[in-house]
């Protein structure tokens, strides 16, 4: 499980200076090379899986390439809990999620309550009489249901909607909303 182990807040020398000589170099950059810099962020995540106790903290986009890797490891983390089945979550949803955290203004962690679901396990959980869609885009690896710990669930609602991004479902009642990259959409 790929984790941040940066420790300690103080620059050393060496930090310092090469921090120094590359504001330098770009301060004094054409314009465009100035914004492709810019352009160089990284984009991360954490979950937490409530039903395996699993946690994650992850870099899984940076300068431009999403990882391999790190994928990997979110794929284990949403997997279908139930069947221990790993299935690609598509990068577009984690695009969705941290779109999501900046309008939340938050870094706070995800609590997952659903992500990948397979096929069998959608199949027994209509069975059982749940809420769930036939051609549930969880089957997919392309829902997520999830809470944001230090926001209402309707605070999160809210923001998913204004993304308009996918179909967003509202379940106060389990505690949980459902966001994914499918139509434009609220339920």
């Not at 999403?66 to 990068?91: F, K, Q, S, T």
């Not at 995800?110 to 069998?120: A, D, L, Q």
């Amino acid at each position: 499980m790929h984790t941040d182990n940066t420790r300690g807040t103080g620059i050393n020398r060496r930090r310092f200076l090469t921090w120094s000589a590359a504001t330098l170099a770009l301060a004094s950059a054409p314009i465009p090379l100035v914004r492709a810099a810019k352009g160089k962020e990284h984009r991360r995540l954490a979950f937490h899986n409530l039903h395996t106790g699993e946690k994650l903290d992850v870099t899984y986009w940076e300068r431009g390439d999403y990882l391999p890797d790190a994928l990997g490891e979110v794929n284990h983390v949403l997997r279908d809990h139930r069947a221990n089945e790993v299935h690609p979550i598509d990068p577009d949803l984690l695009d969705t999620l941290d779109a999501l955290q900046k309008r939340l203004d938050t870094k706070a962690t995800f609590e997952v309550i659903s992500g990948y679901r397979s096929p069998e396990t959608n199949r027994r959980l209509r069975a059982q009489g749940r809420n769930v869609a036939v051609y549930s885009l969880h089957m997919e690896g392309e829902a997520i249901d999830i809470r944001v710990p230090g926001r209402g669930l309707a605070q999160v609602r809210d923001a998913a909607q204004a993304l308009r991004k996918g179909g967003v479902g509202y379940y106060p009642r389990s505690q949980f909303v459902h966001v994914d990259i499918g139509d434009v959409r609220s339920w």
